[in-house]
Nanobody, 114 residues
Framework: QVQLVESGGGLVQPGGSLRLSCAAS????????MSWVRQGPGKGLEWVSD????????YYADSVKGRFTISRDNAKNTLYLQMNSLKPEDTAVYYC???????WGQGTQVTVAS
């Protein structure tokens, strides 16, 4: 069955960095465009970033552009999100999903606070 399992979240100080991972199984990961989506406390879902199936094209929300980098390793069936210069407003549960939103992970909490 399809599984997306995020990891790498945690508590970090403002200005710090985290790297999220999303391990995929149960589908042909290398053929799917993938996304990171987040949900802050009391807020709706917010799209963060997309990457196409071969990793050659990436897209970012203006709120994270220049600070976050999405990447993937199709040999390892894994999606990544490198987050630098983190801000308190980046605090959220981060989800990986395929771009068409058929498949979702369970989410990983990222908290940016001093």
């Amino acid at each position: 069955q399809v599984q997306l399992v995020e990891s790498g979240g945690g508590l970090v100080q403002p200005g710090g960095s985290l790297r999220l991972s999303c391990a995929a199984s149960g589908f042909t990961f290398s053929t799917y465009d993938m996304s990171w989506v987040r949900q802050g406390p009391g807020k709706g879902l917010e799209w963060v970033s997309d990457i196409n199936s071969n990793g050659g094209s990436t897209y970012y929300a203006d709120s994270v552009k220049g600070r976050f980098t999405i990447s993937r390793d199709n040999a390892k069936n894994t999606l990544y999100l490198q987050m630098n210069s983190l801000k308190p407003e980046d605090t959220a549960v981060y989800y990986c999903a395929n771009r068409d939103r058929d498949y979702w992970g369970q989410g990983t909490q990222v908290t940016v606070a001093s």
